[in-house]
């Protein structure tokens, strides 16, 4: 799915008038699948029910399968294949995730680096990722199958800590990169470089480097932009900054950021990768952020809008006060 510029759409909307609204022809792919891959949330058992189901509906449909090993076999259709997650995706044609938004990040880091296109079943609570309910699950995997589908291709970003000029950690986000305190409590300072220019020195619990996927996950809460997915930029967040002017910024993804701690006394920083823990940042030592090589292909059903999920899952528009509410005498 192609996405273009706030300008331009305006451009548009004032030059040209909709003749139709039929979707842009890179909607609809020719591409079909016989091999998929599923993944699932094997803590879940509504997810594990999901599985299943969408096992059996695959198996009667002739195709080829690989299964995560992850998933325990009881909950799987008989003689299922089974194999380790490094290997699920070798001659993959579709990653199938079911679960949150939690199992489509990770999932998504395997279907970037194997070049799979993933598509989510929602069986979590908030689903900014995987957006096919249950309910839809079957008629929505027959449409895809059938080559009716939008994709979507989201950047995702790559975190090193060098410890002089070796690499002694790494890692891929496709939500954010996320650096804190060690322990609990204590005010974190550390510096923040943009492409060799300093842009400040922070106070405060940590700071968030946040893709446009991730901007409405942690870097929301620090006050950062919703940011439309198919921009090319990453938001940078500090969260709670002992400054009040200290704001989050939105900069091009063809830049490198580099982080390091300011005070000498101990403090140990902790980088996570979409929740992931990456390594230790200790003074001395530099945190590099950059977009990766690697991107991930998102598979919608038919109907899909972007700005609809924003609507349904922040409530906009919606009075969600109790109205029965009575008064406190």
């Not at 016989?34 to 699932?40: E, I, L, N, Q, W």
């Not at 998933?71 to 995730?97: C, F, I, K, R």
């Not at 106070?203 to 439309?228: H, K, M, N, Q, R």
């Not at 580099?258 to 929740?275: I, S």
Request: with cysteine.
């Amino acid at each position: 799915m192609r996405f273009e510029s706030a300008a331009l759409i305006c451009c548009h909307h004032k030059l040209l008038p909709r003749l139709t609204n039929r979707p842009p022809p890179d909607r609809y792919m020719n591409k079909h699948f016989s091999t998929v891959a599923v993944m699932g949330n094997h803590r879940d058992q509504q997810a594990l029910d999901s599985v299943r189901s969408l096992l059996q509906h695959l198996n009667k449909l002739g195709l080829e399968l690989a299964v995560s090993d992850s998933l325990p076999t009881d909950a799987l259709p008989g003689n299922t294949p089974q194999m380790a997650d490094e290997l699920l995706l070798d001659g993959a044609d579709l990653l199938v995730a079911v679960g949150g938004d939690g199992t489509m990040l990770y999932a998504a880091r395997h279907a970037a680096k194997c070049g799979v296109p993933l598509l989510g079943i929602n069986r979590g609570r908030l689903g900014f990722l995987a957006d096919v309910s249950p309910e839809q699950m079957q008629e929505s995997i027959d449409q895809v199958l059938a080559g009716q589908f939008g994709k979507e291709r989201r950047m995702l970003l790559r975190v090193e800590i060098f410890s002089g000029d070796a690499s002694k950690a790494n890692g891929l986000a496709m939500n954010d990169i996320v650096l804190k305190n060690r322990e609990t409590g204590r005010m974190l300072e550390f510096q923040t470089i943009v492409d060799g220019h300093y842009v400040n020195t922070h106070g405060g619990d940590g700071f968030i480097a946040a893709t446009p996927t991730g901007s409405t996950a942690y870097a929301l809460s620090c006050g950062g932009p919703i940011v439309e997915p198919g921009m090319e930029a990453i938001v940078l967040a500090p969260i709670c900054p002992h400054t009040l002017s200290d704001r989050p910024i939105v900069i091009s993804s063809q830049t490198t950021t580099e982080v390091m701690l300011t005070q000498d006394d101990g403090t140990r920083g902790e980088v996570n990768a979409d929740g992931e823990f990456v390594g230790e940042l200790t003074v001395g030592e530099r945190l590099r952020i950059v977009a990766a090589e690697q991107k991930v292909d998102l598979i919608h059903p038919l109907g899909y809008d972007y700005f609809g999920t924003l609507r349904s899952k922040l409530y906009w528009g919606r009075d969600t006060r109790n109205r029965s509410r009575r008064p406190i005498d």
